[in-house]
Nanobody
């Protein structure tokens, strides 16, 4: 059992939906920010969405803003990524991560700011 355990993902046709879940351990649940990242073959890891665990402020990258929603259930120490209107270019390995807030209380979108990582889950979108 890792610090962050992911579930969800899979294969879907373009236009479909998937939901990813990420359960944090007691230790990592103290991290103030949770993020979802993805990495496609041959590409760098990119930030998809973040959520601040206290006030719930969220951020989503431009490429997914109108289609993906990050949310949390603090009672379950779980963060979700609801992905709608999926496109083939969304195909990637998706990772959740936990990390600290910035000095001004915001969550980073850069992956190197995150200390703990889930095991990854594959999302494949076919055209």
């Amino acid at each position: 059992q890792g610090d962050l355990v992911q579930s969800g993902g899979g294969s879907v046709q373009a236009g479909g939906s998937l939901r990813l879940s990420c359960v944090a351990s007691v230790y990592t649940s103290s991290r103030r920010c949770m993020g979802w990242f993805r990495q496609a073959p041959g590409k760098e890891r990119e930030g998809v969405a973040t959520i601040e665990r206290g006030g719930g402020a969220t951020y989503a990258a431009d490429s997914v803003r109108d289609r993906f929603t990050i949310s949390q259930d603090n009672a379950k120490n779980t963060v979700y990524l609801q992905m709608n209107s999926l496109k083939p270019e969304d195909t990637a390995m998706y990772y959740c991560a936990a990390g600290p807030r910035s000095a001004i209380g915001a969550c980073y979108i850069a992956s190197d700011r995150y200390n703990y990582w889930g095991q990854g889950t594959q999302v494949t979108v076919s055209s």
